[in-house]
């Protein structure tokens, strides 16, 4: 079965630092195109960012700069590390396979809670 | 305010169909193949129902559909039945440095 399964949230100050875990059983993540997609409070869903897999990666605007995406071939575990967090960066986390564009994001992890606030 | 334009609410009662409609510009929807819908629970991750404008991933009910017309994509569910009572959020290539933009969603009730 593939499955993905974020980890890592919290609370966290304004300006520090927090990063997430999203480990997969099922799949390869270094074979695959994965995603971070969230969704703030009542609100809808943002693309963050995304790694493929050759190792290229790209970011939103809102958080180019301030987030890294990686990945430990050697874990199967994708990562999303967050600096410089602000409270409009409080959201869902989820994890996804797929780069949304071409066969969309197929598979989703049930999402890590981030709340930035002081 | 999102890149997508979708409505916030559409209903149908069980039985009938529905389509929701996103409408974004020749920079995205319009310029490229890419357009997927997903649905999401509440309090659930969201889900792929249709990718590449019309493809339904294995295990989606053919009640389900998308197309496309210039800068508007469009997804059709046939057949309503309770569970498909959700918010659906449609998705596509943002173009040279967007990479991918959302809809703002829509929550569909079945009455």
């Known amino acids: 079965e593939v499955q993905l399964v974020e980890s890592g949230g919290g609370l966290i100050q304004p300006g520090g630092s927090l990063r997430v875990s999203c480990a997969a059983s099922?799949?390869?993540?270094?074979?695959?195109?994965m995603s971070w997609v969230r969704q703030a409070p009542g609100k809808g869903l943002e693309w963050v960012s995304v790694?493929?897999?050759?190792?290229?990666?790209f970011y939103a605007d809102s958080v180019k700069g301030r987030f890294t995406i990686s990945r430990d071939n050697s874990k199967n575990t994708l990562y999303l590390q967050m600096n410089s967090l602000r409270v409009d960066d409080t959201a869902v986390y989820y994890c996804?396979?797929?780069?949304?564009?071409?066969?969309?994001?197929?598979?989703w992890g049930q999402g890590t809670t981030v709340t930035v606030s002081s | 305010q999102s890149a997508l334009t979708q409505p916030p609410s559409a209903s149908g009662s069980p039985g009938q169909s529905v389509t929701i409609s996103c409408t974004g510009t020749?920079?995205?929807?319009?310029?490229?193949?890419?357009v997927s819908w997903y649905q999401q629970h509440p309090g659930k991750a969201p889900k792929l129902m249709i990718y590449?404008?019309?493809k339904r991933p294995s295990g989606v009910p053919d009640r389900f559909s998308g197309s496309k017309s210039g800068n508007t994509a469009s997804l059709t569910v046939s057949g309503l039945q309770a569970e498909d009572e959700a918010d659906y959020y449609c998705?596509?290539?943002?173009?040279?440095?967007?990479?991918?933009?959302f809809g703002g969603g829509t929550k569909l009730t079945v009455l």
């Open positions: 790694i493929y897999s050759g190792g290229s990666t």
């Open positions: 020749s920079s995205d929807v319009g310029g490229f193949y890419y």
């Open positions: 998705s596509s290539d943002g173009g040279s440095n967007k990479y991918v933009v």
């Open positions: 099922g799949i390869i993540v270094s074979r695959n195109y």
């Open positions: 590449e404008v019309t």
């Open positions: 996804a396979r797929g780069d949304g564009l071409e066969y969309g994001m197929d598979v």
